[in-house]
């Protein structure tokens, strides 16, 4: 089994529209992150959070929401998607006092 | 400064030749160079990191060559193989707690067999 998974894998939805995309984690990591990627713009942090009573804004957090649910479980709200949220989203995962990040397998999202 | 910029954004190898990928990064307090490594429908991976204090390590076919004062760091593959091709993103941040990657914007290696 995957150590971080997401869901949905694929979305499509309409613009206004309210979705949530989900990430969770068996690593037993404090440290969780959600990112996106566009073609040319690499990856860029949306949200992260340190436990569960810590999350922090990204570079990019305008039009999205989050929830730390549990250590484990780290949501990512689009509360009235539009066009321009089109691309792929990743859940990324670390150890307090460690470096390496660990990512899950993304979640395509096409807002129409 | 928070950017890091990479080049070039894609680049194509003959199998068995050197793939050279190049990144550079203005803030100094940055002290974690990682490079990831993504396949098409997977998340980036962890390939291989650096610190300031060296100026290269190498793990197998896969070296990072670091350049403090210019503030510039690079992947070089040796003997590039057709499975080596993916899209390789350097990043940077800083060991002050955070540990908050800065990406940069990722090329798309295509090693030709």
């Known amino acids: 089994d995957a150590d971080v998974t997401q869901t949905p894998r694929n979305r499509i939805t309409k613009t206004g529209k309210r979705i949530m995309l989900e990430c969770s984690q068996t690593k037993g990591h404090d440290r969780m992150y959600w990112y996106r990627q566009d073609p040319g713009l690499g990856l860029r942090l949306i949200y992260y959070?340190?436990?569960?009573?810590?999350?922090n804004k990204g570079e990019i957090s305008d039009g999205y929401s989050v929830s730390r649910q549990a250590q484990a479980k780290f949501s990512l709200s689009l509360e009235s998607a539009i066009p321009n949220q089109t691309a792929l989203y990743f859940c990324?995962?670390?150890?307090?006092?460690?470096?390496?990040?660990?990512f899950g397998p993304g979640t395509r999202l096409l807002v129409l | 400064q928070q950017q890091v910029k990479q080049s070039p954004q894609s680049l194509i190898v003959q199998k068995g030749g050197i793939s050279i990928i190049n990144c550079a990064y203005e803030?100094?307090?940055?002290?974690?160079f990682p490079w990831y490594q993504q396949f098409p429908g997977k998340g980036p991976a962890l390939l291989i990191a650096i610190r300031p204090d060296v100026s290269e390590k190498k793990e197998g076919r896969f070296t990072i060559s670091f350049n403090k004062s210019a503030k510039q760091f690079s992947l070089h593959i040796m003997d590039s193989q057709p499975g080596d091709s993916a899209t390789y993103f350097c990043?940077?941040?800083?060991?002050?707690?955070?540990?908050?990657?800065?990406f940069g914007t990722g090329t798309r290696l295509k090693v030709l067999a």
């Open positions: 803030n100094t307090a940055f002290d974690y």
């Open positions: 959070s340190f436990d569960v009573k810590d999350i």
């Open positions: 990043a940077a941040s800083t060991s002050t707690g955070t540990y908050k990657y800065i």
């Open positions: 990324a995962t670390s150890l307090s006092g460690r470096e390496t990040q660990y």
